[in-house]
């Protein structure tokens, strides 16, 4: 499977002169579908320098499992089918060294598990409540911390922990719900989405947690924000429009622009690393599955 | 696709379905197996003449879907925003966009009530309409003279029509990690008013799970009622006594399921095209909303279709249940709301398209509310003082907002609605009037919500 030029006919219809039609169309252009199978998914992210995917599946009625998806021969397999308990929202170092996910565990908990591969070690952070969850978590680009949400005493909040799963660091400490972030590819700035101020509204703050100001004032949801790869723009998923769609913004909080219209759910945005395209849970064919968007156009122009 | 037993049959292949056509015109058993209960009778002045009762196990937050308060303080009203509906005066949340669409199809009350803020009891309490007052559960095993559920009560004033009357579509028997709710069930009528399991998958595959200890029983052995019987006593022969002990319930849904004929027809999802299924949303939940429509038609008089088996989200045996004790708010954004917002509305528009919403009562509720109050890590616990639940067709007045609860959510404004109100409002619109409801010693002391009507 080539995915690294998708959408290229649409290229050149603008070469061709089909400016103002040709933009509309990759506006609203097509999704290429990279799955078919129907079944719930959430948080997908690229791996393997874009060569393969990572999402969370329900692809069981008791369970939710990572599903690895090469992208050349369309094969999945369970990253570990070991596991027997729920497992989502993964995340996995550029380098592919670390990968990191949240577990279910023996209560409504659930914790963070970060593994390393090279030396085939395992920790984990374990919230104190008993009923404390970790959510959403991405490793840092220099590979020395992981940030997530952590709902545990103090409310929901924006945290880290070392690769050990020690030395907790409370990022925010705010009235209302603190979810999703995302560090910056230089690694000095968190954007996440914040209720602080009303409904979940995209927020950037320093990556010690200082400097908060906020990137968006829509009254209805903005969140799962993710930074593209050269750290300009900040893809996020959005009801603004009525039904969740996907947005990008500068990071600078200018430019904000729809990038899918469509009657049904889109959402979980993350970029491939070429910075030109969007791989999106959609569930436009009335299942939820995979779509790559091409966006390096309209997003620019 | 749905499994008998352990047999799974798939009509496009067609070849099964003239055998189970021979067989259930060959057996002499009479209708109404369900305790010899009269037939439905075209003359009946009932205004549902079907119930589908959408069961969103573990506690759905009132404040983060129907009853939003975006005016309380931080603490209280959580994130989600609140948008307005086709109804005047009513907002729902930012999560449930379809239905806020779709408003005048139904109404919504705000000021349900239970009398217990646990899973199984509170359960109990609802589906026995208030009657097991302590739900039960802290005892050992079913106390003596346990009410019976309001499935079993309408099953018994309904009978069967060829399929069993009460009919439950979830994969297992309803309550949470600890055990299933004792009222559940058809209490001190009996196992014979129990609910007939059915498991829905979210590719739509249909299997009937108390089924599969009759392993003989595959379409190919069941070309007479001689190798039926043969194959039914053979399977018996195997059993032990505690095994006997479930037998003759097991033979009689057996055996009436498979006279269903035609009947049994509205267990195949197959036959409904790829757009419907996909509308419903690929989820177990959705296609069981999609079987329930398909029962109504078929004539079932009482189907409970439930969100999860179990209440809890996160254990690592439960199925994404709606007790968000831990984040509430990130689950209801990526799971609960979406999916929710989805079957609902499309079984809603499926009903009324048909043709069918007029004489279908859709009730869509939970054990429970949520705490208004945000707990210590975000999230909500149980609050049974004040929730919601939804009505839809089968004599119910659309677009109606009944009830109002306080400014955060926490209590009644306006009088409360029991358990017992939701039985008898429900029993009265599927037909089981007031000397029906005394003579079955049930619901006794109940008062329809008029306002709904």
């Not at chain 1, 097509?30 to 199978?37: K, N, V």
């Not at chain 2, 399991?197 to 799970?209: E, H, L, Y």
Request: aromatic share 8%.
């Amino acid at each position: 499977m080539n995915f690294c030029n998708p959408l290229r006919t649409g290229v050149l219809v603008v070469m061709s002169g089909w400016l103002v039609i040709a933009a509309q169309s990759l506006t609203a252009a097509e999704p290429r579908r990279l799955t078919r199978d129907g079944v719930l998914k959430l948080a997908p992210l690229f791996v393997e320098k874009g060569e393969a995917v990572i999402f969370a599946a329900h692809d069981e009625p008791n369970r939710v499992s990572l599903i690895r998806l090469r992208l050349s021969d369309d094969k999945q397999e369970r990253v570990d089918p070991a596991l027997t308990a729920h497992q989502f929202d993964a995340d996995v170092s550029a380098d592919g060294r670390y990968l990191c996910f949240v577990l279910t565990y023996t209560s409504p908990q659930s914790i963070l598990v970060v593994r390393d591969l090279k030396e085939g070690t395992e920790a984990r952070f374990i919230p104190q409540d008993a009923r404390g969850t970790v959510r959403g978590p991405k490793i840092s680009p220099d590979q020395q911390r992981v940030l997530f949400t952590l709902s545990d005493p103090g409310g929901q909040q924006i945290a880290s922990v070392d690769m050990k799963g020690a030395n907790l660091k409370r990022l925010t400490e705010s009235v209302g719900t603190n979810a999703w972030p995302a560090i910056s590819p230089d690694g000095r700035q968190i954007a996440f989405s914040s209720s602080r101020e009303g409904g979940f509204r995209l927020y950037l703050m320093n990556a010690d947690g200082g400097n908060v100001r906020q990137l968006t004032n829509h009254p209805l949801r903005d969140m799962r924000p993710a930074w593209s790869p050269d750290g300009k723009r900040i893809a996020f998923s959005s009801a603004r429009d009525g039904n969740l769609e996907i947005y990008i913004i500068h990071a600078d909080g200018t430019n904000a622009r729809r990038i899918t219209n469509h009657p049904d759910r889109d959402d979980f945005p993350v970029w491939h690393p070429d910075g030109r395209q969007l791989l999106i849970v959609s569930e436009r064919a009335g299942d939820s599955d995979l779509y790559l968007i091409d966006v390096d156009d309209v997003s620019r122009s | 696709m749905f499994g008998l037993g352990n047999y799974r049959v798939r009509d496009c292949q067609g070849l099964t379905r003239r055998s189970f056509l021979r067989f259930g015109a060959g057996l002499p058993f009479a209708a109404g197996l369900l305790g010899g209960a009269p037939l439905l009778s075209a003359a009946d002045a009932r205004k549902a003449k079907s119930v589908m009762l959408i069961w969103l196990v573990g506690g759905p937050s009132h404040l983060d879907l129907f009853d939003p308060k975006p005016n309380a303080p931080t603490e209280f009203r959580g994130p989600f925003a609140a948008i307005p509906t086709r109804t005047a005066g009513m907002q729902f949340t930012e999560l449930l966009p379809r239905l806020a669409a779709s408003s005048d199809r139904f109404s919504v009350v705000r000021t349900n009530i239970n009398y217990n803020g646990g899973h199984r009891p509170a359960g109990s309490i609802a589906w026995t309409c208030g009657r097991a007052s302590d739900g039960g559960e802290d005892g050992n095993g079913k106390p003596t003279g346990y009410p019976p559920h309001l499935g079993s009560i309408i099953a018994r004033s309904r009978g069967s029509n060829g399929l069993p009357a009460f009919m439950s579509l979830s994969r297992g028997p309803v309550g949470d990690g600890v055990g299933p709710s004792l009222g559940y069930g058809g209490g001190v009528w009996g196992s014979r008013y129990d609910p007939f399991m059915v498991d829905c998958s979210k590719q739509g595959q249909v299997s009937i799970s108390e089924l599969k200890l009759l392993d003989g029983l595959t379409p190919s052995r069941l070309d007479d009622r001689q190798r039926v019987l043969s194959e039914l006593n053979r399977v018996r022969r195997g059993l032990d006594q505690a095994q006997l002990d479930q037998w003759d319930g097991l033979h009689q849904k057996a055996l009436q399921l498979l006279r269903g004929g035609d009947t049994l027809n509205a267990f195949d999802l197959s036959r409904e095209s790829a757009s419907t299924r996909t509308r419903y949303g690929r989820t177990s939940f959705a296609q069981s909303c999609l079987l329930g429509r398909r029962l109504v038609e078929a004539g079932v008089p009482y189907v409970q279709v439930n969100w999860s088996q179990f209440a809890e989200v996160f254990y690592p045996f439960s199925d994404y249940g709606w007790d968000t004790h831990a984040d509430n708010f990130g689950l209801l954004a990526d799971w609960h709301g979406p999916l929710l917002d989805q079957a609902l509305s499309t079984l809603l528009d499926d009903l009324h398209e048909r043709g069918l919403l007029e004489t279908t009562l859709v009730v869509c509720m939970g054990e429970f509310g949520r705490t208004p109050r945000i707990n210590g890590i975000g999230s909500r616990d149980h609050w049974h003082p004040c929730y919601f639940s939804v009505w839809a067709g089968g004599g119910v007045q659309p677009g109606r907002v009944i009830g109002e609860s306080d400014a955060r959510g926490e209590y009644p404004l306006t009088n409360p609605i029991t358990p017992e109100m939701v039985g008898t409002t429900i029993a009265e619109l599927a037909g089981v009037g007031t000397q029906q409801r005394a003579e079955y010693r049930v619901l006794e002391g109940g008062r329809v919500i008029d306002e709904l009507l």
